[in-house]
């Protein structure tokens, strides 16, 4: 894909942030300039030949006037970091990149917030709305209608049927599948292969077809305080 001159930081330095290097590069008008994370956390001062800066020092060496970042973290701490991460980029000045790959079905009239990642093989059907920081990974099944509000992680090839509504911050395992009209409460986890054919209460996991609460809440199986 050709180049437009715009210059991207990937905050992160993990797996994702690999991915997210390979993808931007490959398939986006945007050019990778470098990596960032916490000065406590950085093991190595180069990743694919660029720099890793100390995120506590990116407002100085790469100005929010001129560059745009991404947020390459997965659900670590039921999204939460991603989430701390996008807000400190985004209070900083800067401006937020999306990815969605050129292998994905994207209707016209989707709605696709700041710090999404659509992988390949998604389709996204009519009036679908994505909020801020949702990464969808590959092949998956988002119906018409559906929003999938803030911060939330949809593993592969989970079948979102129209209008559902997934709350903030949830976590969809691999394979799940969502009837019609169904609303996931905020902050919760469907397990892989489950199926969802009621709404569901914030903040618990779900297994099992049709999927039902388990034992835990979503916070105690991701190590995360009751907000």
């Not at 970091?81 to 807000?87: E, G, I, P, T, V």
Request: net charge negative.
């Amino acid at each position: 894909m050709k180049k437009d001159g715009k210059q991207l930081i990937i905050i992160g330095a993990s797996e994702f942030a690999e991915i997210a290097y390979e993808y931007f590069t490959y398939d986006s008008p945007y050019t990778v300039i470098a990596f960032s994370i916490e000065r406590e956390y950085i093991s190595r001062t180069e990743l694919f030949n660029l720099p890793v800066v100390p995120l506590e020092e990116l407002e100085k060496k790469y100005p929010p006037s001129d560059y745009s970042v991404f947020v390459a973290t997965t659900y670590t701490q039921l999204n939460r970091l991603r989430a701390r991460f996008y807000h400190f980029v985004k209070e900083k000045g800067y401006s937020v990149a999306s990815y969605v790959s050129s292998h994905a079905f994207v209707w016209r009239n989707v709605e696709i917030g700041e710090n999404c990642f659509v992988f390949e093989n998604n389709v996204l059907q009519y009036h679908v709305k994505l909020g801020n920081n949702v990464i969808l990974w590959s092949g998956n099944h988002v119906g018409h209608r559906t929003q999938i509000e803030d911060n939330c992680f949809i593993s592969s090839h989970v079948v979102i049927s129209g209008y559902c509504t997934i709350g903030k911050n949830s976590f969809l395992g691999v394979n799940s599948c969502l009837n019609d009209h169904i609303i996931i409460g905020q902050d919760c986890v469907i397990g892989s292969g489950s199926v969802v054919v009621k709404n569901t209460e914030a903040g618990m996991v779900y297994v099992g077809n049709p999927a039902k609460p388990g034992s835990k809440s979503s916070f105690e199986a991701f190590g995360v305080k009751d907000e």
